[in-house]
């Protein structure tokens, strides 16, 4: 009876250390196939960019900029979100625009009467992710060019990377959790979750690109193309030359490749998230 008792008290202890004990990481592979139908893209009658559920009915995160103006302070309209089954809803943008939010560059949509419980991701803590650990990264690369007549890519990729840093550091008022990665970071992928491949969980979004243009010439080259500068220069064959540079400077931003980037930690995501559900009133 004392050994039966021994040994009962053995597989106890035994389970308990099980349990605590964190799972192998997952595979690449295995990150691609178990995460990306939670996975989604945003469209805006301004951005397109990938976002990612966060909840089973229907709460997704995606960067600021995707379905913010960070300059004038709204919402960008039409926001739809496209799900893995090919099929488009309407979402809206609940979290209210404040200054702490753009400069962590969030937004938190949510999707209007999702028909069924959806795939979803979990948030992690950027902190438990170690420098040089493994990760995985989901989105879709619009601006990369496809080798067919350079149209526009379309399909979602999933990415592979690693921490490369994590830092914080304050604004104002405003503290921001940062990780960097070493990885595609290109136009279209903000939005996209870094995921912890120790974890399986989310512990960062994707937000910036860290190589490419400098952001002088990016704002210069914005500017021209839109046609916001106060003199235009025509040459002689009649080309507007303005615009032409800014194109110009738009395409090398779009294309050039590099492999760094930046994300906004999972701690603020997950603030932003229990932010805008304190202030979601579902529309009438």
């Not at 966060?54 to 997704?60: A, E, K, L, N, Y």
């Not at 830092?167 to 279209?188: C, E, L, M």
């Not at 914005?222 to 540079?245: C, H, N, P």
Request: proline letters at 5%; a neutral charge; aromatic letters at 6%.
């Amino acid at each position: 009876m004392v050994r039966l008792n021994l040994v009962f008290v053995c597989l106890l202890i035994s389970t308990a250390l099980h349990s605590q004990t964190p799972q192998h990481p997952i595979t690449h592979v295995e990150a691609c196939g178990k995460f990306s139908s939670a996975v989604v893209e945003v469209d805006t009658d301004h951005e397109k960019g990938t976002g990612f559920i966060v909840s089973p009915d229907g709460w997704v995160l995606t960067a600021g900029h995707v379905a913010i103006d960070q300059r004038k302070g709204r919402n960008y309209n039409a926001i739809t979100v496209k799900l893995w089954d090919g099929s488009t809803l309407p979402a809206i943008q609940a979290l209210p625009i404040t200054n702490d939010i753009i400069l962590r560059d969030l937004a938190v949509l949510k999707i209007i009467q999702p028909k069924s419980a959806l795939p979803y991701l979990e948030l992690g803590d950027e902190n438990d992710a170690k420098i040089g650990s493994d990760i995985t990264i989901i989105g879709y690369p619009f601006s990369a060019n496809g080798p067919l007549f350079g149209e526009p890519i379309e399909s979602k990729f999933c990415l592979f990377g690693a921490v490369a840093s994590k830092t914080h550091f304050q604004i104002g008022q405003t503290n921001i959790d940062v990780v960097y990665f070493q990885g595609i970071s290109v136009k279209g992928i903000s939005g996209s979750p870094i995921i912890s491949r120790d974890t399986g969980k989310v512990i960062a979004i994707v937000t910036t690109k860290l190589i490419g243009i400098s952001t002088a010439l990016d704002q210069i080259g914005e500017t021209m193309a839109s046609g916001r500068y106060s003199m235009k220069i025509i040459s002689g064959s009649g080309v507007e030359l303005g615009q032409t540079v800014g194109n110009t400077i738009t395409t090398l931003r779009d294309q050039l490749a590099n492999g760094l980037g930046g994300g906004t930690g999972a701690a603020d995501a997950g603030y932003a998230v229990k932010k805008a559900q304190r202030y979601y009133k579902p529309p009438k």
